[in-house]
């Protein structure tokens, strides 16, 4: 199981943990006037529900009985191995009625009405559905199977994202990451720059989704699922930090903040969050906006990604500012960071999860971040005991 730092020293931010996707910013407020957020500190963080439902997948002996049973029942209208003919192509990820286990075991089941798609529920056992499934899977041919044939595994990531991704060299961690995984899987790589004026959900609307690429890199892992889109583990850890410059540094943590304007990211999540809990605050630009405006000293506290203030320190070695120490972050504020696929490109998430978790062993992900400057934290864990 990954292991939670609760603070960590260095160039970086020092988030004391938790979070809790469930808190409201409303009761956040209330929260931070009674002094009360420890009693969040063992709460669950929602993981992604995902996964496969079929309870014989990758078993070897129904992937056999259901070879036979497609080619009984089935490979008359859908073609040897399920390759298409009359009946639609089910190697591929383009599904009418859609590609989750439990989608297809329906269609298999009840059939689908004014097309020639039939029931086969009183034909076949339920068992023998899921085994027909399991084997379908292994012929799937996806962003995996196609990136093998190619050599090439392509990725997306966001330009000018610095420290995590840009299109310049050196492109960022995110990209250094992509180059390794790709790597271990004995592939080379080519990339398609994503971007949108909606962030990254619709960079990956307008790139994975569309198949422009195989995999995104840096996606947030959100408590709902993203449109047609899988995540891997998380592979790091982040949220917002609170920086302060000397005038400052009495501030503590957020309570402090109440007679003080803080520089904030326009339209940030950060900026939500103490609008709603009543704090007063000033929107900048960009965080590095804010950042200069605490530098310069028009304001005395900013609320920034860490990611982003570690950038900037990094770049400019005689900044004055720090990050407030023993900051306890609203749990709003923290999120993971996860490698993004194509719904039913789960064979390809396995692989990526597995060659991740490599990389977690060998504290590959701390040393490439380090490399721009970043400090790590491991991805905030479900697991708070
Ligand atoms: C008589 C021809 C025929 C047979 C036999 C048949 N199918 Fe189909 N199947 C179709 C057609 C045609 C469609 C497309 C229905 C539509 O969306 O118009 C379809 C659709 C499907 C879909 C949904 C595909 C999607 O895009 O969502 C699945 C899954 C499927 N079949 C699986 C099977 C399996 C498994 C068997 C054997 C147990 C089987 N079919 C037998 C003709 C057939």
Redesign the pocket.
């Known amino acids: 199981m990954r292991q939670r730092v609760s603070g960590k020293k260095g160039p970086g931010h020092l988030i004391s943990v938790l979070m809790r996707w469930g808190l409201t910013a409303g009761s956040l407020g209330a929260l931070l006037c009674a002094g009360m957020l420890g009693l969040f500190l063992s709460t669950p963080v929602a993981v992604e529900a995902q996964d496969f439902t079929n309870p014989l997948h990758g078993n070897p002996e129904a992937i056999e009985k259901g070879y036979k ?2 080619h009984r ?2 490979s ?3 073609g040897t191995r399920g390759k298409g003919a ?3 192509n ?1 190697q591929d990820e ?6 989750a286990d439990t989608d ?1 075991f329906a ?2 089941v009840a059939g ?1 009405p004014g ?4 029931a ?1 529920g009183a034909r ?1 056992q339920p068992m023998d559905i899921w085994s ?1 499934i399991a084997y ?1 899977r292994t012929e799937y041919k996806g962003a995996l199977h196609n990136a093998r044939e190619k050599g090439v595994l392509t990725v997306c990531a966001m330009p000018n994202q610095l420290p995590a991704s840009d299109k310049s060299s050196p492109g960022g961690f995110d990209v250094a990451l992509a180059e390794e995984i790709a790597g271990r899987m004995g592939l080379k790589t080519q990339y398609f720059w994503a971007k949108s004026r909606r962030g990254v959900l619709g960079a990956l609307s307008l790139s994975l989704v569309q198949k422009r690429c195989d995999m995104f890199m840096g996606v947030p892992v959100q408590p709902e699922p993203i449109d047609r889109v899988i995540l891997t583990d998380p592979y790091f850890g982040t949220g917002y930090t609170l920086v302060r410059n000397e005038e400052a540094s009495e501030v503590q943590d957020v309570m402090e903040l109440a007679d003080r304007t803080t520089a904030v990211p326009l339209k940030s999540q950060g900026e939500r969050i103490l609008l709603q809990a009543g704090y007063s605050c000033r929107p900048f630009a960009s965080s590095h906006d804010a950042l200069q405006a605490v530098q310069k000293g028009d304001l005395e506290v900013a609320l920034v990604p860490a990611l982003e203030m570690d950038w900037w320190l990094q770049n400019r070695p005689d900044s004055t500012i720090k990050p407030v120490e023993g900051y306890v972050s609203d749990p709003n504020l923290l999120w993971n960071v996860a490698i993004g696929v194509r719904k039913n490109d789960y064979d390809l998430r396995e692989t990526l999860n597995g060659v991740l978790s490599d990389l977690a062993a060998e504290q590959q992900v701390p040393k490439l971040m380090s490399e721009y400057g970043v400090s790590y934290t491991p991805p905030w864990s479900e697991d708070r005991s």
Do not use: A
């Open positions: 049973l497609f029942y089935c008359i209208c859908h009359k009946g639609p089910l383009v599904w009418t009625w859609g590609g297809v269609t298999i689908r097309t020639p798609m039939g086969f076949v027909i379908l």
